[in-house]
Structures are given as C-alpha cells and as structure tokens.
C-alpha cells in the first residue's frame, strides 16, 4: 500500500475527491506559451492534472510565442517553471511523460500566413502522440493581439476530431469592445467551442457557493429578501500593482475586479436554483441577475485611489508614483458599490460589494447577513451583544464557511456573545485545494462549460460598468483618496453607514 493510499484509508473524505472522467485525447495549443500566464499558472497546472492521473494518455502540448526557442529550451524554461510555481513536489517520471509531448514554434501569427509553421508543427505532433484531431487552443496573449491569432486559426478545422477556445480576460474593455471581439470569435467559432476564462469561478470555494445553496435544504427557505438583510461581497488585496502600472493605468478596479470576479460572485449568490446543473441551465440564471441588476446612481457608487501608507509593517509609495504611472492619474484603485438585484426575491435588499488594492488586508469573502431576531426576550445592557446572524463564505485566503450565532456566556446572568461556527475547507477534508486554473483546464478538455462565462453574461457585465462609468464622466472630482494600508475611502463607509450598517472587519 502506497503512502497516498493509506492517507485516502485514514480520510474517507477523500473518497469523492477524484475526478470521475478523462478527457478525450488532444492537443492543447497554447498562444503566448513564452509569457507570465503560461509560466506561472498554466503549465503548472497541467503538471498537477498529469500528475493526478487527470490528462488523456494522447496528449500533447505546442507552445506558440514569439520569443526564439528550441524545444528543449522551452521544455527547460517550463520545467523551471513548474518547480517554482508548482504546489506537487517535483517529481521526474510526471515530468518525463509530459514533458515527451511538448514542443514549441516561434510564430507572431500577425497575419495568416504566420500561422504555417504553427499548424505544420501541431499536425507532426499529433501524429506522434494520437491525439486523433482533437484540438484545444489557450489564447494566452495580450488583448492587443487576439483577434490577429483568432483569424488564424479560425480556419484550422481538424478532419474528424473537435476544437475548443480558451479565452483569457480581459474580454474587451467596454461594451462595444466586448460585442466586437464576441462577434469576431464567434464567426469562427460556435459559443459552446468557446471558454471564456473568469479564473474565481474555478476556486474550489466559489463552486462550493452552489453547493452550499442548493444541496442544503435549511438555505432555500430563508435565502431572500424577507430573512436576509444585506449582502457584502469583498474582494481586498494588500499588494499594489507591481509592475502592472501601464497596464492598471487602463483598467483600474472596476473593470479588473468588478466587472468580471465581483459580479459573477454576486449572480451566484443572487440565482435562482437552475433546472440542472448543467452549463446553459446555469449560465441562464447568472444572465437573469445581471438583467435585474439596477442600474447605480452616482451616490450609490464611491472609487478611491491610494496614497502612500502602510501596509503589513512596511512602507509603501502611493499609486502616483508607482512605476509607469501618471502623476495625475485618476485612475480608481477602490471601488464601491449599493447595488440592487431588482427581482422578486431580492427586491429592496442591498448588495454591497468592493474591490481595492493596499487595502489592510488580502480576502475575498461573501457575507450573507440575517435580519436580527424580531424581539429579544432577554435583559441585556445593549442590544449589540446580540448581534445578526451572518453566514460567511470565505473564498480566500483561509478557505472555508462561518456562521456567526448568538450564544450565552457561561455564568449566572444571561451575557450573549457571537460565536462561530467554522467549516475549513483544510480542516475538513485534510487536502490541498486544486488550483483554479487547474479545474479551468480540465473543465475545457471536457467540454464543460459551467464554470466559463458566456458572450452575453460577457456583455451584461460590461453594460453594467459601462453605465458606472458613464457617471464618473460627469462627475470627475469623485475619485477619493485613502491610505495605503486601510480599509478605503472614507465615502465608502459613508455610503454604508447612511443606511445605518457598517462593512465588515474581519
Ligand atoms: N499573467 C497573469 O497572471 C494573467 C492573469 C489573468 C489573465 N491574464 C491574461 O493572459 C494574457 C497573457 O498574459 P501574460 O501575463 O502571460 O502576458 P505576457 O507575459 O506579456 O505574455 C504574452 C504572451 O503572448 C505572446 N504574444 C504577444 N503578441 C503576440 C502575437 N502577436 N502573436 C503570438 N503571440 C504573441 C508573447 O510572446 P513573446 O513574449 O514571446 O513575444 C507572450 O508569450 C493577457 O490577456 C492577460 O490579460 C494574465
């Protein structure tokens, strides 16, 4: 018996972990193969998925970039990159299989032509390893440079096998953006050959968001207006943007968080239960709540930019003077936001939501917070002893689910006190958490596009911002500061405590 088999024996738990299908032999075609992504996350995720058993017998991967490599070189530079990012110890025989069907091509791919030595090199590959046509391509390069790889291999129909299209975010950068590039991609390609990637919806805590809700028969009843309060979704970073600044300077936090990881956290936690758990069904019940969103006015929104401050004991410049930064960038770092899912179960119930980098600290989290008991029988010296009931979903760091219920503190006289009742992903089922990139992939080598957003959740997303954004337009004085290393703005908790609440600190 093997030491992995004897900690299975020990944990029934585990039991349900393992992944119930294989997918179809295939080449995954990966564009941008020289670059961050691939680098950091992708090839480190296909190490754990061939690691755990998870990858096709015929597999294999083609490295597209334009930086100059040999093979070897790339299959060097990936091993490196595995041993670094990697969260499996690195082992050789993993490594040696995977590594037998990796080759690479150095193509720009900026007009047709480019895309020869490409399909030259995918067509020798799968001959070798099997792959019986069957192709997945990853576009893994800048925004810039999407559309120029899509009109390549748009026409790059394998004889007899099937293709599918990872695309990475950002999918446009408005409305008009994200109709042109949907347009463009799906006159080559149909929507269901499509996987447009919103990595928080392969985190193993998001996808439990589901589960919680519609596996649970105590949740449905109370899951409204009626019994819930209010909802505040968070998405906090410490860190700055590095080296992003050009980058950032284009995008700030609502259309890096907001428009995509807030929102799809919100339309999960605002659904209706679909009719199965399939990707339509699902997808369906996500587009509904986006078209029931209100639109905000302008006193209903808040974005702030940071200062210089401190941030977990170390002092830090504020976002205009970061590298590759304007200094009179108006450029929102925070951002804020009363929003209202106008439907028949939400209907009057605030969903708060905020995004913000140097904030005091890293989490993402979904606070579902209960009306207080109607009355209170007890004679306490305040009312705050006891506090709402709040159910906590924690989607990172600390992985996990809390619900805060009133208690009694031990002694003669009645004292009430909060207290938690944790669920911790780490606790539970003593396993790491697969990496959301690592589902992602699976998931496209599948076929199943649950967890991939559609071109017109895609748009609803956007017409969304497009709307906030069109109010700061008219306001252009509304971007507050704050300090690095704080909670945001000011404005912000002004927003919240207008309607006598307060954000969470956790
Ligand atoms: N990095 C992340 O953590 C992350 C997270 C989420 C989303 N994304 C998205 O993923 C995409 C890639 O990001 P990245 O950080 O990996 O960027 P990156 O480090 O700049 O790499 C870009 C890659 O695309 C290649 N490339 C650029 N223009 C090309 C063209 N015309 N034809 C073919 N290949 C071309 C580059 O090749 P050469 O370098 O060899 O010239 C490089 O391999 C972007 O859309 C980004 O927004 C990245």
Not at 52 to 77: C, I, S
Not at 435 to 455: P, S, V
Request: net charge negative; hydrophobic share 45%; with cysteine.
């Amino acid at each position: 018996m093997t030491e992995s088999q004897l900690a299975d024996d020990a944990n029934p738990l585990l039991a349900g972990l393992a992944g119930p299908r294989t997918p179809d032999p295939c080449a995954l075609v990966i564009f941008g193969a020289s670059g961050d992504l691939s680098r950091r996350k992708l090839l480190p995720a296909l190490y754990a998925l061939a690691r755990n058993g998870l990858l096709p017998d015929a597999f294999a991967v083609l490295g597209v970039g334009r930086t100059e490599m040999t093979d070897a070189g790339f299959q060097a530079h990936m091993r490196g990159a595995i041993e670094q990012h990697g969260r499996f110890a690195f082992d050789e025989d993993v490594w040696r299989e995977l590594a037998a069907g990796m080759r690479y091509v150095a193509a720009g791919l900026d007009d047709e032509s480019a895309g020869g030595p490409v399909t030259d090199a995918l067509k020798a590959l799968e001959r070798e390893r099997g792959t019986a046509g069957n192709r997945v391509f990853y576009l893994a390069v800048p925004p810039a440079a999407m559309e120029d790889v899509v009109a390549a291999i748009g026409t790059w129909r394998p004889a007899g096998g099937w293709r599918r299209l990872i695309v990475e975010k950002p999918l446009g950068h408005d409305l008009a953006s994200a109709r042109q590039l949907n347009a463009f991609v799906l006159e080559r390609f149909f929507e269901s050959e499509v996987f447009r990637i919103d990595h928080y919806l392969g985190k193993e805590t998001v996808q439990n968001l589901a589960v919680l809700r519609f596996a649970n028969g105590i949740f449905e009843p109370v899951w409204n207006r009626q019994f819930i309060d209010h909802v505040q979704i968070t998405a906090a970073e410490s860190i700055g943007i590095g080296s992003r600044g050009a980058f950032y300077e284009h995008t700030g936090a609502t259309r890096d968080i907001f428009q995509n990881h807030l929102l799809q956290l919100l339309a999960l936690t605002a659904m209706e239960p679909a009719a199965d758990f399939t990707a339509d069904a699902v997808r369906n019940e996500k587009v509904k709540v986006f078209k029931s969103l209100d639109r905000p006015g302008l006193e209903q929104l808040v974005r702030g930019q940071y200062g210089p401050g401190f941030v977990e004991g170390g002092e830090v410049r504020g976002y205009r003077e970061e590298e590759e930064v304007a200094s009179e960038s108006v450029t929102e770092t925070y951002f804020a936001a009363k929003l209202y899912v106008d439907n028949w179960r939400w209907a009057g119930t605030p969903f708060y939501v905020r995004c913000g980098k140097r904030l005091a600290r890293q989490e993402t989290t979904i606070a579902i917070q209960f009306k207080r008991a109607p009355h209170l029988p007890f004679a306490l010296d305040s009312d705050d002893d006891a506090r709402p009931n709040v159910l906590l979903i924690h989607i990172q760091p600390d992985e996990g689910v809390s619900m805060t219920l009133n208690a009694k503190v031990p002694g003669y006289g009645v004292t009430i006190r909060g207290v938690n009742m944790d669920f911790a992903y780490g606790g539970a089922f003593r396993t790491d958490l697969p990496e959301a990139y690592e589902r992602l992939i699976l998931d496209a080598l599948l076929g199943d596009a649950i967890l991939f957003t559609r071109a017109d959740e895609v748009e609803e997303q956007w017409a969304l911002v497009d709307a906030i954004r069109a109010h700061w337009q008219a306001d252009p004085d509304g971007l507050a500061g704050y300090v690095a290393g704080s909670w945001g703005p000011s404005n912000a908790d002004a927003l919240i405590h207008g309607d006598n609440r307060s954000w969470r600190r956790h």
